[in-house]
C-alpha cells in the first residue's frame, strides 16, 4: 500500500473525515501514538528485521509493505529504532525529529542567507504557517524529513565549494529516498561547470562508491532484490492517495502512456532549463576545463540550477503524496523571489504560496485542488523562465545622436 512510503496518509487527523479520538478534558487535548502514527511502525518493523539478522533485502517489510528504500534508510533509521526503545517511544521520536525540524531550518536559512533575495516577512510563512510541514515533521516522523535535511547540508557544503564532501552527502540522502534524484541533473550540470567532463568523474565516483559501501551487506546476498527493492523506478502509485492528478480517470492515471508523458516532459523541461536559464554558452562548453571559461559559477547560480531542478520533477511527478510536499516547500520562497519583482509582485507571490499550501491542507485531495496546483505550479514555471531570461543586447547609438536616458523603472 505504501509504494514508496506513501501509506496511510489517510491518518492526518486535521484533514480526514475519519472519527477520531473522544476529545480529553475541557483545555486539554490528548493525542497517544496512534492518533499520529503513520509510517514508524512500518519503519521500525523493516529495520527490526535487518537488526536480526536478515540481509536479503525482498524479507524485510512492515504492515504497510515491504521496504523499498536505499540501505542509507535502514542504517538511520535503526539509531532511531534504538534509541526509542526499539521503537516503542514515539513521544521521544516525535521530539528528535522536532530537533530535525530545526536543524532544517537552519541549513535552510543559511542557504537563504546566501542569495539575499527573498524579503524577510516570508520566513514567518516558512516557519509558522505551514500545518503540513509541522505535521509531516514532528507527527508523522517521514523518512522523507531526514532526506531533505541532509540534502540542505550538501546544499551549504556546494555553497562553501566544498563539492567532494558535498557528493558524499548527496549520496547520503539518496540512500535514505529517491526524491533527492530530482535534484541530480542540476548537481551533474553544476559539476560539469564547475570542473569540465574529467574533473567530475572523480565527484560522481564519489557517489556511486557510497551508494556500493552502505548496500553491500545486501548486495552480497541478493544484489538483484536490492537494486530492485530499493531504486524502483516504475512503481506504481495509487489514485486515492494521489494529491497533483485527481482531475483525471483513474485508469488515464496508471496508464503507462501517461508515465512515458510526464516523463519526456520533464526531460524536455531540463534540457530547455540547462540550454536556456543555467547556461549562456554552448553546451559543449561544459566539457572543456575549467580554465577556459570565460564565465565561472557562482553561489546563486548553484542554488538556482538545484532547486528549479528539483522543481521541475515535482511539476512532472506521477503522483504526489501528501508528504511529498516536504520535497520542494523550504525552496518556494527562492524559486518566486530569484526574479526580479518587476515580473512577479510581491503580494500575488505570497498569495501564491498561500493556493499551494491550501491545495497541499486540502483532504482528501479533490478537482479543483489539484488543479490549483498544477495552475500555481505553472505560474511558478513561467515567472522562473520569463524571469531569468537573458538580457537584450544593447544597440549601438548611431554617430552623432544623443542616446535617450532609460528610465529608473527599466533598471
Not at 518493523?45 to 535487518?50: A, H, K, P, Q, R
Not at 516547500?329 to 518566486?336: A, D, G, S
Amino acid at each position: 500500500m505504501r509504494g514508496g512510503g506513501e501509506g496511510g496518509v489517510s491518518a492526518f487527523p486535521a484533514c480526514s473525515g475519519s472519527p477520531q479520538p473522544a476529545p480529553a478534558a475541557p483545555g486539554r487535548q490528548h493525542l497517544s501514538w496512534e492518533d499520529t502514527e503513520i509510517d514508524w511502525k512500518a519503519y521500525m518493523d523493516e529495520v527490526e528485521g535487518f537488526a536480526n539478522g536478515t540481509l536479503d533485502y525482498t524479507q524485510l517489510k512492515g504492515d504497510t509493505g515491504p521496504l523499498v528504500y536505499p540501505a542509507g534508510f535502514v542504517y538511520i533509521f535503526l539509531g532511531l529504532y534504538y534509541a526509542t526503545g526499539r521503537g516503542t517511544d514515539i513521544r521521544l521520536a516525535q521530539y528528535l525529529f522536532a530537533g530535525l525540524y530545526l536543524l532544517n531550518l537552519l541549513l535552510v536559512f543559511r542557504i537563504y542567507c546566501r542569495t539575499n533575495k527573498v524579503p524577510p516577512y516570508v520566513f514567518f510563512f516558512m516557519c509558522c504557517a505551514s500545518y503540513r510541514i509541522h505535521s509531516i515533521f514532528v507527527l508523522r516522523l517521514f523518512n522523507d524529513t531526514v532526506a531533505m535535511a541532509i540534502l540542505f547540508l550538501a546544499v551549504n557544503l556546494f555553497l562553501e565549494e566544498r563539492w567532494s564532501w558535498g557528493c558524499l552527502i548527496f549520496s547520503l540522502a539518496v540512500s535514505v529516498k529517491m526524491n533527492i534524484l530530482l535534484f541530480a541533473p542540476g548537481l551533474l550540470f553544476l559539476l560539469l561547470k564547475r570542473f569540465g567532463l574529467l574533473g567530475c568523474i572523480p565527484k560522481l565516483c564519489i557517489c556511486a562508491l557510497l551508494q556500493v559501501l552502505l548496500g553491500l551487506p545486501f548486495l552480497l546476498v541478493n544484489p538483484v532484490g536490492y537494486l530492485t527493492r530499493s531504486f524502483d523506478l516504475g512503481r506504481q502509485f495509487q489514485f486515492k492517495w494521489t494529491v497533483n492528478w485527481r482531475f483525471l480517470p483513474e485508469e488515464v492515471f496508471q496508464h503507462r502512456a501517461f508515465h512515458t508523458t510526464l516523463l519526456l516532459a520533464h526531460l524536455a523541461g531540463l534540457g530547455l532549463f540547462a540550454l536556456h536559464r543555467w547556461h549562456r554558452e554552448s553546451i559543449l562548453a561544459l566539457l572543456k576545463d575549467p580554465a577556459e571559461r570565460k564565465h565561472p559559477s557562482h553561489p546563486l547560480s548553484i542554488i538556482f540550477v538545484l532547486f528549479s531542478s528539483n522543481f521541475l520533477g515535482v511539476c512532472c511527478s506521477r503522483s504526489l503524496h501528501y508528504q511529498f510536499y516536504v520535497w520542494y516547500f523550504h525552496t518556494l520562497p527562492y524559486l518566486l523571489w530569484c526574479t526580479p519583482t518587476a515580473k512577479l509582485a510581491h503580494m500575488p507571490k505570497v498569495l501564491l504560496l498561500g493556493v499551494i499550501e491550501l491545495c497541499w491542507n486540502t483532504y482528501p485531495s479533490t478537482v479543483c485542488s489539484s488543479l490549483s496546483l498544477h495552475i500555481c505550479h505553472g505560474l511558478v514555471l513561467l515567472q522562473l523562465w520569463y524571469g531569468t531570461a537573458p538580457l537584450p543586447v544593447p544597440h549601438n547609438p548611431q554617430p552623432g545622436r544623443k542616446p535617450v536616458p532609460l528610465s529608473k523603472k527599466v533598471h
